[in-house]
């Protein structure tokens, strides 16, 4: 017979495990994001500075550059970086908390 304790921890670990593939899968999608925060330039645009330079009209880059960047942000993905920070947040106030007396222990 499946005892209540061992329900708890299999409910858990898969929190816990769904934890850990939200925070990795916002973790890889960092590279994604630079690329999306490129700017590029788009045939139309390079055109329409080449006219502009035969013109002898003023050129200003902001003019010419298209900034691409898509959102993928959703309520999970939300929720999924909120708990990651959250859990680095008091991870690291928790590390701090034991290294801290350990260093007191120590140089005491």
């Known amino acids: 017979m499946i005892s209540y304790k061992k329900i708890f921890r299999g409910f858990i670990w898969f929190l816990f495990l769904g934890f850990l593939v939200l925070y990795f899968s916002q973790a890889s999608?960092?590279?994604?994001?630079l690329n999306n925060k490129k700017s590029t330039l788009t045939?139309?645009?390079?055109?329409?500075?080449?006219?502009?330079?035969?013109s002898g009209k003023e050129?200003?880059?902001?003019?010419?550059?298209v900034n691409i960047k898509k959102d993928y942000g959703n309520k999970v993905s939300s929720f999924g970086l909120f708990t990651s920070k959250a859990?680095?947040?008091?991870?690291?106030?928790?590390?701090n908390g034991i290294f801290g007396g350990i260093d007191k222990m120590v140089n005491d």
């Open 29 to 33: 999608g960092y590279y994604e994001d």
């Open 43 to 54: 045939e139309e645009k390079i055109k329409e500075f080449e006219q502009d330079v035969k």
């Open 59 to 65: 050129i200003k880059v902001e003019n010419y550059v």
């Open 87 to 95: 859990f680095a947040k008091y991870f690291k106030i928790g590390m």
